[in-house]
């Protein structure tokens, strides 16, 4: 092997520099394994900072959760290691690990739990504020179903001090939307406190575009198309940008076939299914997968046989003639998909509500709302 | 409610700008010009462009320009007097465009020949505020013989006097600077001889400069295009060495160019030095003779990384500052010629010189990989001269291309290194893709050539093409497969067999994306306390089960030949973990506590059998 595997280790990290692709993980993936077939501490923590931050941005939670993993045990040996070799602060990575965990339907409570345990010592131990954590219990407590400590947790986080270990002001911001949307069920207060990201006040990697998604399905179930549809022009770019984005994605899918812009819904479809169908973040493809089943099975309902869709060949249901798919199949294999990660999530997390989601997927088709003619000429 | 979606929060109200001259001026030189040294280039532009307007009206005129400069005297500062002898300022033309700004007597003309003049913003002499508190410029016209000259002058705060003059001057324009305390240095003889060099080498028109009783021609040096050569070797030597002065740096080699978009001749330098991926050439970029900049971007296709141009433009639109061109159709289509003339340069080199073209792949090899596998036009240009390590040797991405019609890659170098020894024994080219770059280059060789095949082989369905055994062999094979099975079990890795060829090669250890990845969180679990350990179990466990690693005998290979004789479990049981782990090294996988522990535990009872053997003979 090479003497030179180093410099190659940096030309990877180099190329995959904010860039937010497969590719890039895979090239970082193997920059790990040429550092550890050379037992190249240094370059291991390198590599896997860059595969750490890369895939965590390109919809791989999975080999960034590893990556990190690493990290922190190579730390908890040899604490030096953190200030000689890594660029960037560990502890504010850990809550991207952190909320990425319930992701995955076989990581249980338990363990779930157990890791917001491990960050929280951690925290404690570098005197940082336990914002960070609290924002994660937060978000637990909402998966796992403790509709009753909900409201606790979001006070006492707003309570507890900002330092810098927290999230920035504009995911802080989307996320107290976020509750006054989803638990106050306050739509017009949340639309005032998203008020300095919809100006453009505020903005980072996942704002506004997250924010403008989320909000473009409450003003739709409100009844406030025309403005639902001013929030999807906006963000729909942000939808696909990669496999981080599917959640948005089946969002925009969503909405695009409750308001009737099918040819558009069928555009997004088209770019994200292939990432979809790889994507092992099982729940952010899940809202993806929620998304095409809502419109297939839409298709479906106004007598549509067939439809033409460019999908690469490895999509797991078959075309009867090149790129012509058959709409009652499609909707059943989403359909029949969608029931089974729900039966995943609801048996880790002890509840029923990722079966109740599928549920109101479908009075909502009852609810089509076609867009006024004027705005959809734009 | 929604009203802040909908409603501008601004009313618009109309005012009138004050605009303040001094401040305009100070605006202009200081923050439009990269800095003071540009008032010599603003001179010479007028200068230039009066001569031009001169000769249309007197297609003789022999057009020149003079720099005089002249020491400080007593408690004078230094001067400079600029001359030179073209068509010269009437009284009304001095009112009109020196006290507007924006107005240029070049501009009325424009309409109708643009390519004539070089300025157009008639803002140039307020540059030379920059070094001096006031112009003082005496010109005559010679459009109109009766016209007495003019004197302006004009100071930096915005005021100016004319006045006629009753002496009689010959036609052109004179311009007196002094030098404004701390600008002496762009004063001095070696200043200005440097500066004019710089911004007038290429000007047909002759620049003298004088101080005292010295005078000297500056740019009688001409550029290599515009020379005859008795021999190519002399006109290689020529350019090279122009090249060498002019940027201070050597070239390996030199490409003509010529453009009638944009009307460009001038020659691009192949840079001896490797460059990176993300930083753009800087060239050197004369407008009618006149230096525009030395750090002009946007002249050459993006892809253009390896050379460093220096040319000399007719047609193209300089932006206000003069430093850089506007992004217009015609530098497009300038752009487009100067590419394909690098592109054909580069043809002709594979055809005739093939290794130098490798040469300067090589000494540019990231940053024509970056590009190629971004840019579909950069692909087609060097796409065919990307050299690929691959089972049959190094070859270029052109002749694999030529030779098959379906180019098959392994994506990581590690997989490449499983396969490699196998697929050359069966004449099969497979091309390492695991370096930077490689895949992205391959799918956009899928885009740029659909009908071409290409093909991702992972290591695991490599096996699967491999020559299968007989239903009797196979049952001579089943005690080892099955132990084999059991014994590498904990380390996720099924076993099988096959006939393949190099016959020396005991067994070939495949592995896949998935597998991979289980394996790395296998490792990682090793390091990690409790709390993440479950969960890279757990991760393990869900991608593991669906995917295993997989250990290939080769039944041709006399080992496993024996080893299909054995037995004794125990026995098939410590040989297949010590195939194991040497396929592991063989592919360069990293190996885990435990087969580090099987692999030192395998070495030493080897050690323990040589020397029992040894033993028995004594």
């Not at chain 2, 109309?14 to 001026?25: T, V």
């Not at chain 2, 201070?248 to 991926?277: C, K, M, N, W």
Request: charged letters at 30%; aromatic letters at 10%.
């Amino acid at each position: 092997m090479s003497t030179d595997y180093r410099q190659r280790i940096e030309e990877i990290i180099d190329a995959a520099d904010g860039e937010e692709s497969d590719r890039a993980v895979a090239a970082l993936e193997e920059a790990v394994r040429l550092a550890d077939v050379h037992q190249d501490i240094e370059w291991g923590f390198k590599a896997r900072e860059s595969l750490v931050q890369v895939a965590n941005f390109s919809g791989h939670g999975d080999k960034s959760l590893v990556a990190f993993s690493w990290i922190l045990a190579q730390i908890d040996k040899n604490p030096e290691y953190e200030d000689r070799y890594l660029r960037y602060d560990l502890m504010w990575r850990y809550k991207w690990i952190a909320s990425s965990l319930t992701n995955f339907p076989h990581i249980s409570k338990e363990q779930i739990l157990n890791v917001v345990e491990d960050m929280e010592r951690r925290y404690k131990e570098r005197g940082l504020s336990m914002r960070a954590v609290e924002r994660i219990r937060y978000s637990l407590a909402k998966e796992f179903g403790w509709e009753d400590k909900v409201e606790e947790h979001f006070e006492r986080w707003q309570s507890l001090p900002q330092d810098g270990s927290q999230d920035c002001e504009a995911c802080e911001t989307d996320f107290i939307m976020d509750h006054y949307l989803f638990h106050r069920n306050d739509l017009d207060q949340a639309l005032e406190i998203a008020r300095p990201i919809l100006e453009g006040r505020l903005s980072c990697i996942g704002v506004p575009g997250n924010t403008l998604t989320t909000l473009m399905m409450e003003l739709f179930e409100a009844g406030r198309v025309e403005e639902a549809d001013r929030m999807q022009r906006k963000s729909h770019r942000y939808a696909t940008k990669n496999a981080d984005r599917l959640w948005a994605a089946g969002k925009h899918i969503q909405f695009l076939t409750l308001t009737d812009q099918l040819p558009r819904a069928i555009r997004i479809f088209e770019k994200m299914a292939s990432a979809a169908v790889k994507s092992r973040e099982l729940s952010n493809r899940h809202t993806f997968i929620r998304g095409a089943r809502t419109l297939f099975l839409r298709m479906a309902d106004r007598g549509r046989k067939k439809v033409k869709l460019r999908l690469a060949t490895d999509f797991p249901v078959a075309c009867d003639e090149p790129y012509r798919y058959d709409v009652q199949a499609l909707g059943d294999w989403f359909s029949w998909e969608a029931e089974r990660v729900a039966d995943l999530f609801d048996a880790r997390n002890g509840t029923s509500d990722y079966h109740d989601e599928l549920k109101e997927d479908l009075e909502l088709m009852k609810k089509i709302q076609p867009l006024p003619r004027k705005a959809k000429v734009e | 409610m929604s009203s802040y979606i909908t409603e501008g929060f601004f009313k618009l109200q109309q005012y009138q700008f004050q605009i303040h001259l001094g401040g305009i001026i100070d605006l202009l030189s200081h923050h439009l010009y990269s800095g003071p040294h540009v008032f010599i280039r603003e001179l010479m532009q007028n200068g230039v462009d009066a001569i031009q307007a001169r000769k249309q009206i007197e297609e003789e005129h022999q057009g020149r320009m003079d720099i005089q400069v002249v020491d400080a005297r007593d408690d004078l500062p230094p001067t400079l007097v600029f001359e030179d002898n073209g068509i010269g300022l009437t009284e009304e033309e001095v009112h009109r465009f020196l006290a507007t700004i924006g107005e240029s007597s070049k501009r009325n003309e424009l309409a109708v020949r643009r390519g004539d003049f070089i300025g157009q913003f008639g803002i140039g002499l307020l540059s030379c505020f920059m070094v001096a508190d006031e112009i003082l410029m005496i010109t005559r016209s010679a459009r109109e013989a009766g016209h007495p000259a003019v004197e302006w002058r004009g100071k930096s705060d915005g005021t100016y006097e004319v006045r006629l003059m009753e002496t009689d001057v010959s036609p052109g324009t004179r311009v007196y600077l002094r030098a404004r305390k701390g600008m002496e240095a762009y004063f001095t003889k070696d200043q200005v001889g440097k500066l004019v060099r710089h911004f007038g080498d290429l000007l047909s028109t002759p620049i003298y400069l004088s101080h005292g009783d010295w005078t000297e021609r500056i740019n009688d040096r001409r550029p290599p295009w515009e020379r005859v050569y008795v021999s190519s070797e002399e006109e290689r030597r020529s350019y090279l060495e122009y090249g060498n002065d002019l940027f201070g740096q050597h070239f390996i080699d030199y490409i003509p160019l010529r453009s009638e978009a944009g009307g460009v001749v001038g020659a691009a330098y192949v840079l001896s030095q490797a460059t990176s991926p993300k930083v753009k050439s800087h060239h050197r970029v004369y407008l009618k003779g006149m230096l525009l900049s030395d750090q002009v971007e946007n002249l050459l296709p993006d892809w253009a990384v390896f050379v460093r141009c220096v040319v000399n433009a007719e047609h193209l639109r300089p932006v206000a500052s003069r430093e850089g061109f506007y992004e217009n159709e015609e530098l497009e289509a300038t752009r487009t010629v100067l590419g394909e003339t690098l592109r054909a340069y580069l043809i002709r080199l594979a055809e005739r010189a093939p290794h130098r073209l490798q040469d300067i792949i090589q000494l540019h090899h990231m940053a024509i990989c970056s590009l190629a596998a971004h840019d579909e036009e950069c692909f087609r240009v060097f796409g065919d001269f990307i050299t690929f390590e691959t089972t049959m040797g190094r070859m270029t991405l052109g002749d694999c291309r030529k030779r098959y019609d379906t180019i098959r890659y392994a994506s990581s170098v590690d997989e490449f290194r499983q396969i490699a020894q196998v697929a050359a024994s069966q004449n099969l080219c497979i091309l390492n893709a695991g370096y930077v770059y490689n895949r992205e280059l391959l799918s956009m060789l899928e885009q740029v050539e659909p009908d071409l095949q290409v093909e991702q082989v992972d290591a695991a369905n490599l096996t699967h093409h491999l020559e299968d055994l007989t239903l009797e062999e196979r049952e001579k094979a089943f005690l080892l497969l099955r132990t084999a099975d059991l014994t590498l079990q904990p380390y996720r890795t099924a076993s099988d067999i096959k006939k393949f060829e190099p016959t020396t090669l005991p067994t070939i250890y495949t592995s896949n994306e998935q597998a991979n990845f289980a394996r790395q969180a296998r490792l990682t679990k090793e390091l990690a306390d409790d709390t993440w350990g479950g969960i890279l179990n757990a991760f393990e466990n869900e991608y593991a089960s669906s995917q295993y690693a997989q250990l290939c005998f080769n039944f041709k290979n006399r080992l496993i030949q024996r080893l299909m004789k054995i037995q004794d479990r125990t026995v098939l049981k410590r040989v297949v973990e010590m195939l194991y782990v040497q396929a592991l090294l063989m592919g360069h996988h990293p190996l885990s506590d435990k087969e580090m522990a099987l692999l030192n535990q395998g070495l030493l009872q080897m050690i323990d059998a040589v020397l029992g053997q040894e033993g028995d003979f004594e």
